[in-house]
């Protein structure tokens, strides 16, 4: 039992609740957000080295125990990825005050935005599948309305389809679990667990797997991902930046914690079957990445890549293959928040998202161009940044379990990869200056602090991989002995 | 009785697919929420239909029924209700911003 687990949780949804009651008052909620965001990335911290010192960190709330009520659970997987969710929130919030409008800001963004966080933080915690289901809502819902938010009519557009397919891959979701209900009598995940490797896992539990794996490949944009680019393009740079590196990473969270913890048995079908996934994913979105010439689309297709290549590591399953895709989560997080903002930084400043039209940037805006270059060296994986780390550990897992094709096609993509965004730096920052300091739409003031902090980020990510290495280690160690998971669920309980 | 409960839970999800086929906003909505629906029942029915008393003790004689799928289902329609009244006012918006209902109108290529 440890009472801190809930703060990451609660703490945002206070705070927008408060948000709701203060419509006027921008300026507390700004201060207030920031506040909020900070204390949960500290709290995040204490409960990562409690983790760490004492081992998996469970809060069995009102007091019943497991898996009769409800429970948060932080093994070291979670807790790493609620810190990194609050460090680049927080990121994302200080880039919003300048560039968000106020007419957003006075519709609730501020309340909405803490509501996305509360969601995404209680998915990344919590120990019950339903209770997974209804984090998955809040969030959702709270994105709806972002990507809604501003009213334009290709805002609307998109969240239309935004919404239903997402309601609709929410009710494939509740029919994964009614079937999960049946078959195992509980909806604890640590208790399914212990219940189906009791029983084994037979053809029809295999089959809900694969259901579950569609349901979260939808949301996380594993294949599924045609909804993706176009809903992702359509809110402003802050919004998309902290959906890109939040919203599809929840549903990959959910992939890794079903395939590591419950439907561990059969890797030669379920695993292989997201190898496959994740392999036309690479390919697909690849392909999206290098034929586009808009930056929004060229950076969605480089989310859609971020997946193939983090699920690539899950379906080796393979020590390494894990370690490189918790590697590749953790800094695709914070370099994809990065390279959302900056492209958002250039869409402002020209006033266009058409390559085409834009020239020379680096000229006015050194810095700008040179933190671009390294966030995209850092995506394609360039030692010694964070990104290198991840794709090596990635390769060598998937050739080490024998899909050799899999580590060529991760590699090859790479180099679309490299294409699609040397396109982005060489049309925006190369070339003659065509757009003089005067003519710019907007400015760069107040909107470089959250860049040079994530730039900094995957930049220490890269270069101090030893200092984190440890916990990088207990999280794969978690996610290949699901019995350490089940252990502190229980705390030596009788399991019934 | 689950199987009588099988056969409507298909009948509804099959109109729902059909609606949700169809390229009208409304239809879709009416589509998804049928789904909805079809899935809250067969929630209902995955914890089984019928067998024993409501969940107190004075009750234990014959046994319980099971009282958690109800609490999910409870939930799962809250849920639903929320969403789907956030879906039709959207509908509403985006009908009136582009004029058209028509999903097949709203592939946004041609124009921006």
């Known amino acids: 039992m440890n009472n801190l687990l809930i703060f990451p949780v609660i703490l945002p949804l206070i705070a927008g609740l408060i948000f709701i009651l203060l419509p006027k008052q921008i300026r507390l909620q700004r201060l207030l957000a920031i506040i909020t965001l900070a204390i949960v990335t500290g709290i995040s911290i204490l409960i990562m080295n409690q983790v760490s010192a004492n081992g998996t960190q469970t809060l069995q709330l009102g007091g019943w125990q497991a898996p009769f009520g409800i429970g948060l659970v932080a093994d070291m997987f979670a807790i790493l990825l609620v810190l990194t969710t609050s460090v680049v929130a927080f990121c994302c919030i200080l880039f919003s005050f300048q560039t968000i409008g106020r007419n957003r800001e006075n519709h609730y963004f501020h309340s909405l935005f803490l509501f996305l966080i509360t969601g995404v933080n209680g998915s990344f915690l919590t120990g019950d599948l339903f209770n997974l289901y209804v984090f998955f809502e809040v969030l959702l819902l709270a994105s709806y309305v972002l990507v809604s938010l501003g009213g334009q009519k290709k805002q609307l557009r998109e ?26 009598g509980t909806l604890n995940l640590a208790h399914i667990s212990v219940r189906i490797a009791e029983s084994g896992q037979d053809g029809f539990i295999t089959t809900v797997a694969i259901l579950f ?85 060229i950076l969605t297709y480089n989310v859609i890549i971020g997946t193939g290549f983090i699920l690539a590591g899950i379906a080796a399953f393979t020590e390494s293959g894990t370690l490189g895709s918790i590697y590749y989560l953790i800094n695709d997080m914070i370099v994809k928040s990065l390279i959302f903002l900056i492209g958002g930084v250039i869409i402002y400043l020209t006033g266009t998202s058409n390559l085409k039209e834009m020239s020379g940037l680096i000229r006015n805006h050194p810095y700008l161009g040179w933190m671009f270059f390294i966030a995209a060296l850092s995506l394609i994986g360039i030692p010694p940044l964070g990104g290198f780390i991840g794709k090596i550990f990635i390769t060598r897992g998937a050739f080490e379990a024998g899909y050799f094709w899999l580590g060529a096609i991760g590699l090859i993509v790479s180099l679309m990869i490299l294409y699609s965004i040397f396109k982005i730096f060489m049309n925006a920052f190369w070339g003659e200056t065509i757009i003089s300091e005067d003519e710019e739409k907007g400015t760069t003031k107040g909107v470089m602090i959250p860049i040079v902090f994530l730039t900094v980020l995957t930049i220490g990510l890269g270069l101090g991989a030893e200092l984190i290495n440890g916990y990088v280690e207990l999280a794969v160690d978690g996610l290949l002995n699901p019995q350490m998971y089940i252990d502190a669920v229980f705390g030596g309980n009788e399991i019934p | 009785m689950e199987s009588l409960m099988a056969i409507v839970i298909g009948i509804l999800f099959s109109i729902g697919t059909y609606l949700i086929l169809s390229n009208q906003m409304l239809r879709i909505i009416l589509g998804l929420s049928l789904i909805s629906h079809a899935i809250n029942i067969m929630i209902i029915v995955m914890g089984g239909l019928k067998t024993g008393g409501p969940p107190l003790l004075s009750n234990s004689d014959r046994g319980f029924t099971d009282a958690v799928p109800q609490a999910l289902i409870l939930t799962a329609i809250v849920i639903n209700f929320a969403v789907t009244a956030f879906l039709l006012v959207l509908s509403y918006r985006t009908y009136k911003k582009h004029g058209t209902d028509d999903m097949n109108n709203l592939r946004g290529n041609e124009h921006e």
Do not use: C, Q
């Open chain 1, 159 to 184: 969240t239309m389809k935004y919404v239903i397919i997402n309601i609709l891959s929410s009710a494939f979701f509740l029919i994964g679990i009614a079937y999960m209900y049946r078959v195992t």
């Open chain 1, 213 to 297: 794996l569609l349901v979260f490949g939808i949301k996380a944009g594993l294949f599924l991902f045609y909804w993706l680019p176009g809903s992702y393009s359509a809110p402003p740079a802050a919004i998309s930046a902290v959906f890109a590196a939040l919203l599809t990473k929840v549903g990959i969270y959910a992939i890794i914690r079903m395939f590591t913890l419950i439907f561990y048995h059969e890797p030669e079908v379920t695993h292989l079957f997201i190898g496959i996934l994740a392999a036309l994913t690479l390919i697909l979105g690849g392909i999206g990445a290098v034929g586009y010439w808009d930056i929004n689309k």
